[in-house]
């Protein structure tokens, strides 16, 4: 056994944990993003470079400032995973023509390629961990969830 799932051999909570629906959204939640990165891995990106690339092709170009905000990425991490999709040539920074000293992160064609393949990757994620749902229960599931989620932020 290697990767996450031994690093939980031996893990064996008490059921007072196990019922508490915080516990099962934390431990399903860990479990979703175990899927995805290793799905993500595939391609040699993580979460972030398709967090970015999903955010430039559906709310277009900005400057590095304004993604970190949309993303609520460190500046210095957004700064990294910048410098790697632009040397695998998925996204550019161009001068912004209204401010000439600020740069502009675009989607390339090389990136909304690759983009499609990582979206490919994180479905077939999402499929293997929501497979004991029917199509029903996985609508019923993504609206509980969403309820929840705007509830809790406010």
């Known amino acids: 056994m290697s990767g996450p799932a031994a690093a939980r051999a031996g893990y064996d909570p008490p059921q007072r944990l196990r019922k508490q629906p915080s516990w099962l959204i934390d431990q399903l ?5 175990d899927l995805v990165n290793e799905a993500l891995a595939q391609e040699g990106v993580r979460r972030q470079h398709f ?15 304004d993604l970190g905000r ?19 040539r998925r996204v550019a920074r161009v001068r912004d023509p209204r401010d000439r000293r600020r740069k502009v992160v675009t989607l390339t064609a090389v990136g909304a390629a690759a983009l499609e393949r990582l979206e490919a990757r994180v479905q077939s994620a999402q499929n293997a961990l929501l497979a004991p749902l029917s199509p029903g229960e996985r609508r019923e599931l993504q609206w509980l969830l969403e309820t929840l989620l705007e509830h809790a932020q406010g």
Not at 29 to 33: I, P
Not at 51 to 65: D, M, N, T
Not at 70 to 88: F, V
């Open 29 to 33: 939640g860990r479990r979703a993003q």
């Open 51 to 65: 967090a970015v690339l999903a955010s430039l092709a559906e709310q277009g170009p900005a400057s590095q400032a």
């Open 70 to 88: 949309r993303l609520w990425i460190d500046r210095s991490d957004l700064h990294a995973i910048l410098r790697r999709l632009e040397a695998d």
